[in-house]
């Protein structure tokens, strides 16, 4: 656990919150974390609360104070938060933006000098020690810069280094992903309740089936389709239900699922961009 540097989470969500969670346990104390936020005291106090974090209402002096600032506001939201802190960046600091679509460009234009930017793409397992997480640096972002942000996600799951191009696509694959796997359960519990089995029960054999599916994908070095393959005997239930799957297209729809999320990460990007440019 470090014991040096002080964090400054501008934004206090879901995502905030999961990192935090995450964070408090390894990365460092929660002390040396201050979190702010648009003016919602009541979720400030729940985090001082629950994690034993720091709340501060004037952002740009947590960010005065901080080796690392992280912009957890939604997209739409950052060129009104940076507007408020950016006097108070220092070049020496590092800022890890979560910004969907938000390139590290645009933050370098934000907060207004020459400051190293790590783009991530988390996601909420991070609540958990479980996300998976990409990040990317920016013009001014050093292989130590990378390696800090490294050390940060590395406690709240793996992570892995990517071209910045490739962030769109991370986020609508795995930043995203989580949705669709709770998407998924969602429909089986449905399922589940509908052909008559009691909800706890099903809830119970539900949850350690995707466990275990999961952990046969990571334990083996077989394909999906392979693990998938050796469930379903020929003329069984497995290949019937399969079946229903084909026919209602179920890999088009995850196809077509993923790619609009990666689109909209762009969109959400250069609708920044445009909000910029009117402003
Ligand atoms: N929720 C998720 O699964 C993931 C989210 N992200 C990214 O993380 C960011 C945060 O997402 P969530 O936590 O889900 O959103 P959220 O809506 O739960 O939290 C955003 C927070 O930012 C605050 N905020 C808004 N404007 C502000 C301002 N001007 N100054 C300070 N705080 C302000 C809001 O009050 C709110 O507490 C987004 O940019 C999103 O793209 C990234 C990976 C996964
Ligand atoms: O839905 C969103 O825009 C954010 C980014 C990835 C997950 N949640």
Redesign the pocket.
Known sequence: MTTTRSIAF?????????LIAGMTKTFCHPTQIVV?????RA?LEELKRTYGVHAAQD?QRAVQHADIVI?????K??A??MA?VAPAIRPNQLILS?????TTETIEQLARRDVAVVRA????SAAVGLSATAIAGGRFASEQHLETAKQLFETVGIVTIVPERDLHAV?GLS??G??YVYYLVEAMEKAAADIGLERDVAKTLILQTIIGAAEMLKASDKHPSVLRREVTSPGGTTEAGIKVLEQYRFQEAIAACIRRATARSEE?GNALLTAIAES
């Open positions: 501008i934004g206090a969500g879901s995502m905030a919150e999961a702010t936020n648009r003016q919602n979720r952002a912009l957890a506001m939604k997209p939201d950052v009104e938060a408020a979560l910004l969907a679509g938000v793409m988390p996601n909420t986020t930043g995203s989580p949705a959400l």
